[in-house]
């Protein structure tokens, strides 16, 4: 898939490198980011490549749409209100680059398609790597953190938590969209949920992962199926290439969920009660005709 040219032209020549690094630094986005201290200097660029999306500053509002052509335009106003009511979408240039972004997708998504602006993966390299146990405080969420951290070296993985009471505030941020937003998206049906991750996710090292859902109840609310569905979307409209679910065993179709998953990494405590919680699981398997769930679990030494 051919990348797209963004150009972003500003007086202010360090604000102008610096949003271009941000950009230049989601290495999902198909972008080649070039940077422009005058509206003169992008318009000699523009000789050379065609840019497809131009953030411009306002004082060259009426100069831009004559000396440089572009698929979309935007305005960065530094709060002032502009003189004259432009035509292009503005963008005010000292918010966040997540919400900068976030606002440029909405408006390119439909110029530039589902799939133009996100590197996509082959789809025989994908896979869900799910970790889950029936004994409790075994150390499932440090081991799964550690392990999306470990494999993020060598590859694109996102980190999902499905836990009940995931650690809000303590293992992560309070504030920021979480995987309601996501699943939000996904409801849709409209745009890209790839475009939309890259507006959404954090970063621990190496590792992305989105911020998992504050509300309890509304997490019990999602069924195994759902998940699954989300899960499918996500591979197949991003860069990700391995999905690490932290997977509690409240989830309604918690074995839908589960036969999904490409292999099951289960921390396990050798205790006789944590045994016999084991016991109860595989045999609950059995009965529900399941067998195929246990072929996949890994079972890893877990941590009290």
């Known amino acids: 898939m051919k990348s797209k040219n963004l150009v972003v032209c500003d007086t202010e020549e360090e ?30 660029l523009g000789k050379e490549i065609r840019p497809d999306i131009l953030l411009v500053a306002a004082e060259y509002e009426k100069e831009v749409q004559e000396k440089v052509k572009a698929e979309k335009v935007f305005i960065l106003s530094g709060g002032d209100k502009l003189k004259e009511k432009t035509e292009f979408p503005v963008l005010y240039k000292y918010q966040s680059g997540e919400r900068m972004l976030s606002s440029i997708i909405r408006e390119c998504a439909d ?25 409790h405080r075994a150390g499932k969420t440090i081991y799964a953190l ?16 499905l836990e009940i ?12 969209q979480t995987l309601s937003d996501v699943l939000y998206y996904a409801r849709q049906e409209k745009g890209n949920l790839g475009l939309m991750l890259t507006t959404l996710v954090c970063h621990k090292r190496n590792l992305d992962y ?5 509300v309890s109840e509304d997490l019990k609310e999602i069924r195994g199926s ?15 290439e391995t999905l690490v679910l932290d997977i509690s065993d409240g989830i309604p179709e918690l074995y839908v969920l589960l036969k999904s998953c490409t292999e099951i990494h289960m921390p396990v405590l050798e205790d006789e009660y ?31």
């Open 274 to 304: 944590s045994k016999a919680k084991l016991l109860q699981f595989e045999q609950e398997v059995n009965l529900l005709g399941q067998e195929d769930i246990l072929k996949k679990i890994i079972r890893k030494g877990g941590t009290a």
């Open 15 to 44: 604000y102008a490198k610096a949003l271009a690094m941000f950009f230049m630094r989601k290495k999902e986005l198909m972008l080649q980011v070039h940077v422009c201290s005058s509206i003169s200097h992008a318009e000699a």
């Open 111 to 135: 110029v530039f398609g589902t799939g133009d602006m996100v590197q996509g993966i082959s789809a025989n390299k994908k896979k869900i790597i799910g970790v889950f146990s029936p004994v």
């Open 210 to 214: 989105v911020l998992p859902m504050a």
């Open 146 to 161: 550690r392990l999306g951290e470990e494999l993020a070296e060598s590859e694109n993985v996102l980190y999902l938590n």
């Open 165 to 176: 009471f995931a650690g809000l505030g303590g293992h992560f941020e309070h504030n920021g």
């Open 226 to 240: 759902e998940w699954v569905g989300l899960m499918d979307k996500i591979l197949k409209q991003s860069i990700y």
